[in-house]
Structure formats: C-alpha cells, structure tokens
C-alpha cells in the first residue's frame, strides 16, 4: 500500500529550530497536494500547513505563520517542514498526510486526506 514516513523529530530548546521530512513510497504523490497535522496529548489534530502540487502556493495556521516553511522536493518524492523560533506550544507528534487524489485546492481538513504517516514526536523545552 501507499505508505508515507515522517522524521527529523526530537528534543530542543525554545527558540531552536528543527526540519521535519516526509517520504513518499511512490512517484504519484508529485502530483498532489499535500499536509503538516499535529497533536498534543489529550487534543484532536491539528492542521499545521498544506502545499499544492507544483509548489507555488502555500497554506499555513495562524499560529505558525511567519516561523514555518512546507516545501517539496519532486525528485526525491519529499516534502518538508522548516520550523523555527519553536515555543513550547508546538510540542506533538506531527504527521503528514495526502489526498487520494488531486481536488484543485489546499484543505486544512483532516477528512480531506486519505493517506498518513506513522508520526514524528517533536518536544520544546522552555
């Protein structure tokens, strides 16, 4: 099956900055739009940011606009997430996530995609 794995998660500071990958098992996934979630213990998940296909436009929460970057990378079928300035709120585990297919447009709803990785656990320390 399709399978996508998350890493680059770990402890730091406050302040620090960590980049998370997303591997994709296949070439298809070029072709999609795709998302950052993540969620704290006790919480529903969150979304975090989305980009479309061919990488011209993103989507970001407000609470992580202007620390967070999502790229891709098509040749090697990796998305990432720069994160910066980190606070001790972005503690969780984040997964990323794909439609099945191409819906035209960037969804920060969980019911909107179909496919997810396993999880990467990110700790902020203060």
């Known amino acids: 099956q399709v399978q996508l794995v998350e890493s680059g998660g770990g402890l730091v500071q406050a302040g620090d900055s960590l980049r998370l990958s997303c591997a994709a098992s296949?070439?298809?996934?070029?072709?999609?739009?795709m998302g950052w979630f993540r969620q704290a213990p006790g919480k529903d998940r969150e979304f975090v940011a989305a980009i479309n296909w061919s990488a011209t436009s993103t989507y970001y929460a407000d609470s992580v606009k202007g620390r967070f970057t999502i790229s891709r990378d098509h040749v090697k079928n990796m998305m990432y997430l720069q994160m910066n300035s980190l606070k001790p709120g972005d503690t969780g585990s984040y997964y990323c996530?794909?439609?099945?297919?191409?819906?035209?447009?960037?969804?920060?709803?969980?019911?909107?995609?179909?496919?997810w990785g396993q999880g990467t656990q990110v700790t902020i320390s203060s």
């Open positions: 996530a794909a439609p099945s297919r191409d819906r035209g447009y960037l969804s920060a709803k969980q019911s909107e995609y179909d496919y």
């Open positions: 296949e070439g298809t996934f070029s072709r999609l739009n």
